[in-house]
């Protein structure tokens, strides 16, 4: 009898498999991220990182990162938009969350971006309820990235520099989904503040402003500093949207 009930036992657990796994739906997400006053993160600055997780247990149901291209300028950035247009193309990058789920299920979609740039990966998030078999496609799930990536290009990390020499600071600056910053361009360089703080331990900073040269996002200033250990901040600010961003190296300079 205990050998009939075992048995037994093991067919209604496979029955509640069946079951349960019959139940369950393929649902599809489109998950896109958009700079933010510009155009989506894609896989030309590395893509975003996406984390679909159950609210409740924390569990990751799936991620992965955006794919494809920055979309297209002029649908994105100068046609007139009416409710329900779409802006995006099957080229345009985005991350499709396949999930197999049997009831509905609240979800934080979880966006880091852009995920190769340590100094400028900014965290986005949002919820939702899933529904089985629900698909959300089209544009999908659009999070938004507010920022700046800020690259200095010189001077390099530790460099020494001989006391009196003039210093060149240069930095590349571009949105988040890697679009250039040029004169008069759709990204304007006049827009905005592109400046460099430079502070030696114990003494009061400056502030030695950045102007756009003849590369596309390429900002560039000189200064001539005394002897000793300083940082140099870059930050790059827009007054009209609040996009920010900021990276620090350090130099020496020897007596």
């Known amino acids: 009898m205990k050998i009939r009930g075992y048995k037994l036992l093991n067919f209604i ?3 509640f498999i069946f079951i349960t796994s019959a139940a369950a739906q393929e649902t599809s997400i489109m998950i896109r991220v958009q700079s933010n006053d ?8 590395g893509g975003a990182r996406i984390l679909v997780k159950e609210d409740l247990t924390g569990r990751i149901l799936a991620e992965g990162i955006t794919r494809g291209s920055t979309g297209e300028t002029s649908v994105i950035m100068e046609k007139p938009r009416s409710r329900g ?25 979880e966006a880091i971006a852009p995920v190769n740039k340590k100094q400028a990966r900014v965290r986005s998030t949002t919820q939702l ?5 629900k698909n959300i496609v089209g544009d999908g799930i659009v999070l938004n990235v507010p920022g700046f990536v800020v690259d200095i290009l010189a001077p390099q990390t530790h460099e ?4 009196g020499d003039q210093i060149s600071i240069m930095a590349n600056v571009v949105l988040m989904c890697g679009c250039p910053i040029t004169p008069g361009g759709m990204w304007n360089a006049d827009n905005y503040e592109v400046n460099a703080i430079i502070t030696k331990a114990g003494e009061k ?3 030695v402003p950045l102007k756009i040269q003849g590369k596309a996002s390429t900002f560039s200033g000189n200064v001539s500093l005394a002897s000793g250990n300083y940082e140099i901040a870059v930050y790059a ?8 961003g900021l990276d620090k190296t350090n130099i020496i300079i020897p007596k």
């Open 13 to 15: 657990l496979i029955i």
């Open 38 to 45: 510009a155009k989506f993160i894609g896989s030309s600055i």
């Open 85 to 109: 247009d779409v802006i995006t193309d099957k080229n345009t990058a985005g991350f499709l969350a396949i999930l197999n789920i049997d009831g509905p299920v609240f979800v934080t979609i």
């Open 129 to 133: 309820w899933i529904f089985p078999g």
């Open 160 to 163: 020494t520099i001989s006391d």
């Open 205 to 207: 900073s400056q502030t």
């Open 237 to 244: 600010f827009d007054p009209a949207t609040g996009n920010s």
